[in-house]
């Protein structure tokens, strides 16, 4: 293989590394959009996600619109600059299509609710945003907020498979770049 072409695939493993990365962000059609938010321990009880508040990870809730139901949950963890990592709370399931949407929250055991359980909200097309947002508000029965004990763990291990599989594609990319351009320097 010439040096040109080498080359050449380097760079398009790399533009192909990109687009698979680019491809983790949501795209919605004019009929469809998506339910977003978070389950957070609500130390005032007020059931409004206030600064300061933290999220809770692996709170399980349905949605539901006559002919499809899912189960999906809360985001597990997040790591952030400092390396600490911590459940961030958030969610927002895939497309969905347009229209009333029922959202039943599962409580956790040790909690009680600050908002209510069962929520309908509309999914809003092209025309509103695509977004909507809603939140449940988490209250331990046991333990404490001030204190900083909750019942759920707010650490834990999950990976995004398309994150993962895009920096695999780009670590292997790198390596063959590294590779070829060892190679080429042995041979001059």
Request: charged share 15%; aromatic share 10%.
């Amino acid at each position: 293989m010439t040096r040109k072409i080498r080359y050449l695939s380097v760079l398009l493993i790399c533009v192909l590394s990109l687009f698979s990365v680019s491809a983790i962000r949501a795209e919605y059609g004019p009929e469809e959009g998506s339910i977003r938010g978070a389950a957070f321990l609500d130390s005032n009880r007020n059931g409004v996600m206030d600064p300061g508040e933290e999220g809770v990870g692996w709170v399980y809730f349905t949605i539901s619109n006559g002919e499809y139901s899912h189960l999906y949950h809360s985001e597990w963890q997040t790591t952030d600059k400092a390396g600490n990592s911590y459940a961030t709370g958030y969610f927002g399931p895939a497309p969905l299509n347009k229209g009333w949407w029922k959202v039943t929250f599962h409580v956790p055991e040790g909690y009680v609710a600050t908002t209510p359980t069962e929520q309908t909200v509309n999914v809003p097309g092209s025309e509103g945003g695509h977004i909507a947002e809603i939140y449940l508000g988490l209250y331990p029965t046991t333990g404490g907020v001030a204190g900083g004990v909750s019942v759920l763990p707010r650490t834990g291990a999950t990976v995004n498979p398309i994150v993962l599989g895009s920096l695999a594609l780009l670590g292997v990319g790198s390596l063959v770049a590294l590779g070829l351009g060892l190679s080429a320097r042995r041979k001059r």
